[in-house]
């Protein structure tokens, strides 16, 4: 991914389920810092020039995360997640990351079903809290 599929990108979420796009800075100035500061973990997949599913993978040295994972409705099923999945792995991999995690929002079963589907297990030992600053 790169800025400049920001707008097409957006359009995506917006028609997502669970995006949940107003919880954090969602602009095109904010993906550009998550793109900015990981360029070899942000993919976009197209159909005819046209986007169709997203992952952002960030990570702080330790662990990866995984941000606004989206794929178009007519597009699911067709393993192009778990194609972005794979790829964003590997670069974690290669930067030596041995630990992935990511939210999901509690009114999306679907999402929490489907990585869950993926072997990801939901942590019933911590609370996650933040704060806008």
């Known amino acids: 991914m790169v800025p400049e599929d920001y707008e097409s990108a957006y359009q995506l979420w917006s028609r997502t ?4 796009l107003n919880s954090l800075d969602n602009s095109f100035e904010g ?18 020039q046209q986007i169709v599913g997203t ?10 995360y995984f941000y606004h994972t989206a794929i178009d409705e007519h597009y699911r099923g067709q393993h192009i997640g778990s ?3 794979q790829s964003v792995l590997k670069g974690f991999k290669e930067q ?28 019933s030992d911590i609370t996650y809290l933040d704060k806008d600053i």
């Open 17 to 20: 389920p669970g995006m949940n």
């Open 31 to 48: 993906i550009k810092k998550i793109i900015d500061r990981n360029p070899t973990l942000c993919y976009v997949a197209e159909d005819q």
């Open 83 to 85: 194609q972005l999945i």
């Open 55 to 64: 992952l952002l993978g960030g990570t702080d040295g330790r662990k990866g």
């Open 96 to 123: 030596g990351v041995q630990k992935v995690g990511l939210f999901t929002t509690n009114d999306n079963p679907a999402g929490k079903a489907f990585w869950e589907h993926l072997g990801f297990s939901e942590r």
